[in-house]
């Protein structure tokens, strides 16, 4: 196993290398290998951070690393929360795009170079080869600034909602092939690695002896998942003229002290606070502003992912999962009413509204 498979768990060679290292997934299952944990992290940062990129880098072996992938396309099967699988495969994506910069901009000089890709390992992988051709380098140190790209990947890979530019009547269309630009052919290719990535999953892992004690045996960490996820889109958007902290849930107030105090944030607390936030109508720059300077990147990257045109993508967790997590803390009078954060900032709005109204018309009268 290379670290360049490690690097991109997608390519072919990376799955040749997994089915020639003769491991059995069930096995490490079984063993709580730390390929296992591994591709539990994979998973929970993709649905929750965008990215697969492990939080601490430099723990994981490339054989770790290598085989948390096939790890974590069963675990997001057994997931089975909606959206989980696209999210899951952008994150791959967008995690591969970054990787891929760098490998681009390292060149064949770097001390690394076994572990990283270059653009012509990328173009075989997606059979581009000899349909992507690169336009005489103008004297660049970066080499070609444009490539001509055959009509037909093209049409396959780019996507109209990309914005207009990305429309086939507003490109240079000559003899069968479109220019783009340099950046524009490595958006193709991350487009590409997400539909590889995406490709056949969900997949039924139970069905037969060996799939069910899999499931079973991953049961833990899947459910862990679930009750993450499991309320997305029980509580729509909380629409107030203004967001008044005032009115947050005590658990809410006491994870935002946190944020803006700079002290560590869990997964679940990081997730939670920048869910409810974008629940309460805040979109990412303003999470950002918000939170602390310590938190301030990490949470709007959050709340980027878990904020759509209709909200909240993912709610926040119920106040049941909140006291799983050990994050329901200084409960008040209104707690006992309520099963959910945005619920409580829902009814503690009301209420202060209609007292407000109230003793306006005391001083009328």
């Known amino acids: 196993m290379r670290p360049l498979h490690a690097r991109y768990p997608f390519f072919a060679a990376a799955r040749d290398a997994v ?17 296992v944990e591994r591709g539990v992290e994979r998973v929970e940062r993709a649905l929750m951070e965008g990215t697969v990129e492990a939080e601490s880098p430099y723990s994981w072996d490339t054989e770790s690393e290598l085989l948390s992938y096939p790890i974590s396309r069963i675990i997001v099967s057994l997931v089975e929360t909606p959206a989980a699988v696209d999210k899951y ?5 967008d995690t591969a795009y970054e990787r891929m910069l760098a490998d681009f901009d390292a060149g064949d000089d ?12 990328f173009l075989r992988e997606f059979d581009l080869v000899g349909e992507v051709r690169a336009e005489p380098a103008d004297n660049r140190r970066r080499g070609p600034s444009h490539y001509w790209v055959d009509v037909g990947p093209y ?23 479109v ?29 037969s002896d060996a799939g069910d004690q899999l499931a079973s045996a991953l049961q833990p960490h899947v459910e862990r998942l679930r009750n993450l996820l499991s309320d997305r889109g029980a509580v729509n958007v909380v629409y107030t ?39 309460v ?31 909240s993508q993912y709610a926040p967790p119920t106040c049941e999962t909140m006291q799983a997590y050990d994050l329901c803390v200084n409960r008040d009078d209104r707690c006992d009413t309520i099963s959910h954060p945005l619920i409580y900032y829902e009814t503690a709005t009301k209420d202060a509204a209609a007292s407000d109204a109230d003793a306006a018309t005391g001083e009328a009268n």
């Open 89 to 93: 495969a952008r994150a791959e994506a």
């Open 179 to 207: 220019r783009v630009a340099r950046e524009e052919l490595y958006e193709l290719l991350r487009e590409a690695t997400r539909r590889r990535v995406a490709d056949g999953l969900p997949f039924s892992v139970r069905g």
């Open 241 to 279: 003229d203004s967001v008044d902290p005032d009115h947050f849930p005590p658990c809410i107030s006491a994870l935002l002290t946190q944020a803006q105090a700079g002290e560590d944030l869990s997964t679940e607390a990081a997730f939670t606070l920048a869910a409810f936030l974008v629940g």
């Open 155 to 177: 049409l396959t890979y780019s996507d109209p909602d990309w914005g207009d530019h990305w429309r086939l009547v507003n490109r240079a269309l000559v003899d069968g092939a």
């Open 19 to 35: 089915e020639s290292a003769d491991v059995a997934i069930a096995t490490l299952v079984a063993e709580d290998a730390p390929a």
């Open 281 to 311: 109508g805040l979109d990412p720059e303003e999470v950002g502003g918000v939170v602390g300077e310590t938190h301030a990147e990490a949470l709007k990257t959050r709340a980027t992912i878990l904020a759509d045109s209709s909200g």
């Open 110 to 121: 770097d001390v690394n170079s076994d572990a990283r890709a270059t653009l012509d390992d």
